[in-house]
C-alpha cells in the first residue's frame, strides 16, 4: 500500500513540475488509472488453459514405471534360477521361441496398462480427449513411454538378483527419472546442470512433448519436428536397455554354465 501511495503522488508531483494545477494534476493520474487494462492474446490456441487429461498424462511415467517393472521384473527373476532355466533349456521349444514369447508377454501386459490409461483419461475428461486435434500424438507419446517402460523393466528383471533387490532399483528410480525428468518438478524450476543430466532421461522428453502439446492449439511442423524427435529418443532408449539386458543375461548365462 505505501508503494502504490507513493507512486500515485510522484504522478502527481510529476504532473505539477510540468504546469499542471494540483487539480489537474489529480484528474489526470487518476484518468490514467482507470485507462489500465490488461488484455491477453489467444496466441496459443487453447485460452492458457490446461484440459484436464493432460494431467493424466503428466503423471503417467511414474505409474508406468513404478508398476510395470515391479509386476514384470519380479517374474523375469524367478525364471532365471538356474534350476528353472535348466528345465527350460530341455523342453521341447526352442530358446528362441521362449525369447519371443516372454517378450510378446511383455507387450500384452503394457498394452493393457496403455489402454487402462488412455480408458482413464477418457472417462475423467468425460470424452473431451476425443475431441482433441492432439488425441493421436498423447496416445502415441504414452505408448512409447509404456514400451521404455517396459525395457526399463527387463534391464532391472537381467540385473537384479532378488525380489528385495528388484523393490529397491523400482523404487529408486522411478522417483528419481520422474523428479529429473519434470513428472513432479516441472523442468523450467530445475537447474540447468540438471537439465543437462534430464535429458538423457526418455521421461525428460514425454514431458517435453506433453508440454508442447499442451501449451499449443496448432502443430507447426517446426513443432512436429521436436515431437518426432523426442519419439526417437525414447526409442533409442528403449533398446539400448534391451540390448544391455540381453547383454548382461548372456553373461550371467556363460559365468552359471
Not at 508377454?105 to 468425460?126: E, R
Request: with cysteine.
Amino acid at each position: 500500500m505505501k508503494q502504490q501511495i507513493n507512486l500515485f503522488l510522484n504522478q502527481v508531483q510529476f504532473c505539477t513540475e510540468n504546469g499542471d494545477s494540483m487539480q489537474e494534476a489529480f484528474a489526470l493520474v487518476n484518468q490514467q488509472l482507470e485507462e489500465k487494462s490488461v488484455r491477453l492474446l489467444n496466441l496459443n490456441g487453447n485460452q492458457a488453459k490446461w484440459e484436464s487429461y493432460y494431467y493424466i498424462f503428466r503423471f503417467l511415467p511414474y505409474l508406468s514405471i513404478a508398476v510395470l517393472c515391479l509386476i514384470l521384473s519380479i517374474p523375469m527373476n524367478a525364471y532365471r534360477k538356474k534350476e528353472i532355466r535348466q528345465r527350460l533349456q530341455c523342453s521341447a521349444v526352442s530358446l528362441r521361441r521362449q525369447t519371443v514369447e516372454a517378450m510378446l508377454a511383455f507387450l500384452v501386459v503394457g498394452i493393457i496398462f496403455w489402454a487402462a490409461m488412455i480408458g482413464v483419461a477418457i472417462i475423467f475428461s468425460k470424452n473431451s480427449f476425443l475431441e482433441s486435434p492432439h488425441a493421436a500424438y498423447l496416445a502415441g507419446n504414452s505408448f512409447l513411454m509404456v514400451l521404455t517402460s517396459l525395457a526399463m523393466a527387463f534391464l532391472i528383471g537381467a540385473v537384479a538378483e532378488s525380489e528385495n533387490v528388484i523393490n529397491i532399483i523400482v523404487n529408486v528410480t522411478a522417483l528419481a527419472v520422474s523428479f529429473l525428468g519434470g513428472v513432479f518438478t516441472p523442468t523450467s524450476v530445475l537447474d540447468k546442470g540438471i537439465l543437462k543430466f534430464s535429458r538423457i532421461l526418455p521421461v525428460y522428453w514425454y514431458e517435453e512433448v506433453n508440454n508442447l502439446l499442451a501449451g499449443f492449439r496448432e502443430i507447426t511442423p517446426e513443432r512436429q519436428s521436436e515431437i518426432w524427435k523426442s519419439f526417437g529418443i525414447q526409442c533409442l532408449f528403449a533398446a539400448a536397455c534391451i540390448s544391455i539386458g540381453m547383454a548382461v543375461l548372456k553373461i550371467k548365462e556363460q559365468k552359471e554354465d
